[in-house]
C-alpha cells in the first residue's frame, strides 16, 4: 500500500478546487462589471434557476420572490458551487483534465444561459467564459502543486510531519529556498493568492455595478414633469394616523416588492422606448421625451400582489404620476378582435391584462413618479404600468418596454403560465394592524385598527367579530376612492382573558368578505385575518 500510487489526499484538492473557482467567479464578477452588468455569473444562472423554478414546485411561496429569497438563491448557488468546486479539484487530482473540464462546463453553461436571457447584450457571454477558463487555468495549476508536493508516504526524516514529503518530481520541483517544504508552501501561498484575487475581484466588480451605476445617478437628478389637472387630493380624514396602522400612503421606503428580477433592470430613460404592437391598425412607438411631454396625471392607487396571504403585507398604496395607457392604445387602435394586452419588461417577464380593462374609464396608467419621487429602481424605473383592481402579476409590469395587443388565445404571459389564473381581480379582503397578534393590552379601551380593500369595487364598511359574538360595524375613514384601500377603527372595551379578533368587510356592491380560507394559488388568497390578544 506505502508503494502504490500516490493519494493526494482529499482535503488538498478541493482546497485547489475551492481556490480556482473562486479565482474564476471573482474575475467573472469583475468582468461582468466593466463589460456586462446584466450578466453577472451569479446573476444570470440565479435568474435562470427563478424562471425554471415554478414550474417545478408547486409551492405558493416560490411564487413571492421578496428580498430575503433573492438573498436566499444566491447563498444557495454559491454554496452548490463550492461544493462543486470541491469535487472538482478532487477530480482533476485524481483523473485530470476532468477537474478542468467541469469548471470550463460550467462557465459555458453561464455563457449560454447569459445569451438567452432577455437582457443578453453582445458581450453576455464574456464573464462567465472568463471565470470558466481562468478557473480551469488557475486549477491546472494548484493542483499541479498538490500533487508536487507529494504523498502521504512520509520519508524517515518527515514521519513528524505525514503528508508533506519530498517531491519525486525533481524535474519540475522548485529550487529549495530556506524550507524543507518548498511545494507545500507554494501550494498553500497561491490558493491563498487565487482566492483573494478572486474576492477582491467579486467585490470590484459588484462596486463596479452599484457604485458607479449610472442610471441611479440619472434618477436622482431627475425632476419629474408637473402633473396637469387637479390631483385626487388625499383627504386628511383619509388617514387616523393611529401608531401601527399602515399609513393610507405607503412611503416608497416601506413599499413591497415583488419581482423575478435578481438584479434590477438598469434602464437610461434617454434609451427608454415603449413599442406598441400587434393586433393594432397603427403600430405606436414611445420615447421618454415624448412621454414627458404628455399631460401627464395624479391617481392614487392601491397595488395588490395575488401571493399575499390573509393577514399579509405584500400591498400598498402610492400616489402615481402617469399617462392614461387607453389614450396610447386610442393612437394604435386594437383591431376588433383583440381582447388582451401582453406587457412586456425588458428582462423578459410578462403579465396579460384584459384590453378592456386598460381601455375603460379607471386610471390605468402607464407611470414615471411615485408618491413625488421618480419611479424607484426596484419598482420600475423608468416606466411601469399599474392598473386599479387587478393583482400585480396581470398588471403592473416594471421596467415596461412593449405593449403587445393580442388575443388570450394566443398568447400567454409569465404567471399564467405556471399554474396562475388567467384573471386576476383584486378580492375583498381586510387586515387587523393593531393590535399585533399575540400582543398583550390593558383592559379597558382598546383600539382596534386596520385597512381594507378591494380596489376598483371599493369598500363600504368594515365589521369587527370578537371571540364568537356579534359582527359590529367598526368606523372607517375618508376612503380617497375606490381604487384605493381604507383605514379602518373599533373602540373595544376590552375585558382580560385571552381573546380572538376578526375583521370582515363589505364592499359598494354589497359582496360579504368570505370566511372560506382559500389559498393564494391561482388567483388570490380569501378568508377573514384573525388575531389573538392577550388582555391582562
Ligand atoms: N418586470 C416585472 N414586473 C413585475 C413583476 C416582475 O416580476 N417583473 N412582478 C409583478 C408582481 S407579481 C407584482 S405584485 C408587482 C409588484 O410591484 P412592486 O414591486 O412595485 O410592489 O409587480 C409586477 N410587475
Ligand atoms: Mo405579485
Same mark, same amino acid.
Given at each position: 500500500?506505502?508503494?502504490?500510487?500516490?493519494?493526494?489526499?482529499?482535503?488538498?484538492?478541493?482546497?485547489?478546487?475551492?481556490?480556482a473557482?473562486?479565482?474564476?467567479?471573482?474575475?467573472?464578477?469583475l468582468?461582468?462589471?466593466?463589460?456586462?452588468?446584466?450578466?453577472?455569473?451569479?446573476?444570470?444562472?440565479?435568474?435562470?434557476?427563478i424562471?425554471?423554478?415554478?414550474?417545478?414546485?408547486?409551492?405558493?411561496?416560490?411564487?413571492?420572490?421578496?428580498?430575503?429569497?433573492?438573498?436566499?438563491?444566491?447563498?444557495?448557488?454559491g454554496?452548490?458551487?463550492?461544493?462543486?468546486?470541491? !469535487? +472538482? =479539484?478532487?477530480?482533476? %487530482?485524481r483523473?485530470?483534465? *476532468?477537474?478542468?473540464?467541469? /469548471? @470550463?462546463?460550467? #462557465?459555458?453553461v453561464?455563457?449560454?444561459?447569459?445569451?438567452?436571457?432577455?437582457?443578453?447584450s453582445?458581450?453576455?457571454?464574456?464573464?462567465?467564459? !472568463? +471565470? =470558466?477558463?481562468?478557473g %480551469?487555468?488557475?486549477?491546472? *495549476?494548484?493542483?499541479?502543486? /498538490? @500533487?508536487?508536493? #507529494?504523498?502521504?508516504?512520509?520519508?524517515?526524516?518527515?514521519?513528524?510531519?505525514?503528508?508533506?514529503?519530498?517531491?519525486?518530481?525533481?524535474?519540475?520541483?522548485?529550487?529549495?529556498l530556506?524550507?524543507?517544504?518548498?511545494?507545500?508552501?507554494?501550494?498553500?501561498?497561491?490558493?491563498?493568492?487565487?482566492?483573494?484575487?478572486?474576492?477582491?475581484?467579486?467585490?470590484?466588480?459588484?462596486?463596479?455595478?452599484a457604485?458607479?451605476?449610472?442610471?441611479?445617478?440619472?434618477?436622482?437628478?431627475?425632476?419629474?414633469?408637473?402633473?396637469?389637472?387637479?390631483?385626487?387630493?388625499?383627504?386628511?380624514?383619509?388617514?387616523?394616523?393611529?401608531?401601527?396602522?399602515?399609513?393610507?400612503?405607503?412611503p416608497?421606503?416601506?413599499?413591497?416588492?415583488i419581482?423575478?428580477?435578481?438584479?434590477?433592470?438598469?434602464?437610461?430613460?434617454?434609451?427608454?422606448?415603449?413599442?406598441?404592437?400587434?393586433?393594432?391598425?397603427?403600430?405606436?412607438?414611445l420615447?421618454?421625451?415624448?412621454?414627458?411631454?404628455?399631460?401627464?396625471?395624479?391617481?392614487?392607487?392601491?397595488?395588490?400582489?395575488?401571493?399575499?396571504?390573509?393577514?399579509?403585507?405584500?400591498?400598498?398604496?402610492?400616489?402615481?404620476?402617469?399617462?392614461?395607457?387607453?389614450?396610447?392604445?386610442a393612437?394604435a387602435?386594437?383591431?376588433a378582435?383583440?381582447?388582451?394586452?401582453?406587457?412586456?419588461?425588458?428582462?423578459?417577464?410578462?403579465?396579460?391584462?384584459?384590453?378592456?380593462?386598460l381601455?375603460?374609464?379607471?386610471?390605468?396608467v402607464?407611470?414615471?413618479?411615485?408618491?413625488?419621487?421618480?419611479?424607484?429602481i426596484?419598482?420600475?424605473?423608468?416606466?411601469?404600468?399599474?392598473?386599479?383592481?387587478?393583482?400585480?402579476?396581470?398588471?403592473?409590469?416594471?421596467?415596461?418596454?412593449?405593449?403587445?395587443?393580442?388575443?388570450?388565445?394566443?398568447a400567454?404571459?409569465?404567471?399564467?403560465?405556471?399554474?396562475?389564473?388567467?384573471?386576476?381581480?383584486?378580492?375583498?379582503?381586510s387586515?387587523?394592524?393593531?393590535?399585533?397578534?399575540r400582543?398583550s393590552?390593558?383592559?379597558?379601551?382598546?383600539?382596534?385598527?386596520?385597512?381594507?380593500?378591494q380596489?376598483?369595487?371599493?369598500?363600504?364598511?368594515?365589521?369587527?367579530?370578537?371571540?364568537?359574538?356579534?359582527?359590529?360595524?367598526?368606523?372607517l375613514?375618508?376612503?380617497?376612492?375606490?381604487?384605493?384601500?381604507?383605514?379602518?377603527?373599533?373602540?373595544?372595551?376590552?375585558?382580560p382573558g385571552?381573546?380572538?379578533?376578526r375583521?370582515?368587510?363589505?364592499?359598494?356592491t354589497?359582496?360579504?368578505?368570505?370566511?372560506?380560507?382559500?389559498?393564494?394559488?391561482?388567483?388570490?388568497?380569501?378568508?377573514?385575518?384573525?388575531?389573538t390578544?392577550?388582555?391582562?
Amino acid at each position: 500500500m506505502t508503494d502504490a500510487p500516490r493519494s493526494p489526499g482529499v482535503v488538498a484538492p478541493a482546497a485547489a478546487g475551492v481556490a480556482a473557482v473562486a479565482l474564476g467567479a471573482g474575475l467573472g464578477e469583475l468582468v461582468s462589471g466593466i463589460f456586462a452588468p446584466a450578466a453577472s455569473p451569479f446573476a444570470v444562472i440565479g435568474g435562470a434557476l427563478i424562471d425554471a423554478a415554478p414550474s417545478w414546485a408547486k409551492d405558493a411561496a416560490i411564487a413571492l420572490f421578496g428580498t430575503a429569497d433573492k438573498v436566499a438563491l444566491l447563498v444557495g448557488i454559491g454554496i452548490v458551487l463550492l461544493i462543486v468546486a470541491g !469535487v +472538482a =479539484g478532487w477530480l482533476e %487530482a485524481r483523473k485530470a483534465p *476532468w477537474g478542468r473540464v467541469i /469548471v @470550463l462546463a460550467l #462557465g459555458a453553461v453561464g455563457a449560454v444561459v447569459a445569451m438567452t436571457r432577455a437582457e443578453a447584450s453582445t458581450l453576455s457571454w464574456l464573464p462567465s467564459v !472568463v +471565470a =470558466g477558463v481562468t478557473g %480551469a487555468a488557475a486549477l491546472m *495549476w494548484l493542483v499541479r502543486l /498538490v @500533487l508536487r508536493r #507529494g504523498p502521504a508516504r512520509a520519508t524517515p526524516q518527515e514521519s513528524a510531519a505525514p503528508g508533506v514529503a519530498e517531491s519525486d518530481t525533481p524535474d519540475a520541483a522548485p529550487p529549495v529556498l530556506s524550507s524543507a517544504r518548498p511545494d507545500r508552501r507554494s501550494f498553500l501561498i497561491w490558493s491563498g493568492v487565487a482566492t483573494g484575487v478572486g474576492v477582491a475581484a467579486a467585490f470590484a466588480g459588484s462596486a463596479l455595478r452599484a457604485g458607479s451605476r449610472s442610471v441611479t445617478v440619472i434618477r436622482d437628478v431627475l425632476t419629474l414633469p408637473r402633473a396637469t389637472g387637479t390631483a385626487p387630493a388625499v383627504p386628511a380624514s383619509a388617514d387616523f394616523g393611529i401608531d401601527g396602522l399602515a399609513p393610507v400612503i405607503t412611503p416608497n421606503a416601506d413599499f413591497y416588492r415583488i419581482d423575478t428580477a435578481l438584479i434590477a433592470p438598469q434602464i437610461d430613460p434617454a434609451d427608454w422606448s415603449l413599442r406598441i404592437h400587434g393586433d393594432v391598425e397603427q403600430e405606436v412607438t414611445l420615447t421618454w421625451d415624448e412621454l414627458v411631454a404628455l399631460p401627464l396625471g395624479e391617481s392614487v392607487t392601491t397595488l395588490a400582489c395575488v401571493s399575499n396571504p390573509v393577514g399579509g403585507d405584500l400591498i400598498g398604496t402610492a400616489v402615481w404620476l402617469g399617462y392614461p395607457i387607453r389614450e396610447l392604445l386610442a393612437r394604435a387602435k386594437p383591431t376588433a378582435d383583440a381582447d388582451m394586452v401582453l406587457s412586456r419588461s425588458i428582462d423578459g417577464f410578462t403579465a396579460s391584462t384584459p384590453l378592456d380593462v386598460l381601455t375603460d374609464e379607471r386610471d390605468a396608467v402607464l407611470a414615471i413618479g411615485m408618491n413625488g419621487q421618480p419611479l424607484p429602481i426596484e419598482h420600475g424605473f423608468p416606466v411601469r404600468m399599474v392598473v386599479p383592481g387587478l393583482y400585480g402579476y396581470v398588471s403592473a409590469t416594471k421596467w415596461v418596454t412593449e405593449l403587445e395587443v393580442t388575443r388570450f388565445d394566443k398568447a400567454t404571459a409569465y404567471w399564467t403560465d405556471r399554474g396562475w389564473s388567467e384573471e386576476g381581480p383584486v378580492k375583498l379582503q381586510s387586515r387587523i394592524d393593531v393590535p399585533r397578534g399575540r400582543q398583550s393590552v390593558p383592559a379597558g379601551e382598546t383600539v382596534i385598527a386596520g385597512v381594507a380593500w378591494q380596489q376598483h369595487v371599493g369598500v363600504s364598511g368594515v365589521e369587527v367579530q370578537i371571540d364568537e359574538g356579534a359582527w359590529q360595524q367598526a368606523e372607517l375613514a375618508t376612503p380617497i376612492s375606490d381604487d384605493t384601500w381604507v383605514q379602518w377603527r373599533f373602540v373595544w372595551d376590552a375585558v382580560p382573558g385571552d381573546h380572538t379578533v376578526r375583521s370582515r368587510a363589505t364592499s359598494r356592491t354589497g359582496e360579504v368578505q368570505t370566511d372560506v380560507q382559500r389559498a393564494v394559488v391561482p388567483s388570490g388568497a380569501t378568508g377573514h385575518h384573525e388575531i389573538t390578544i392577550s388582555v391582562s
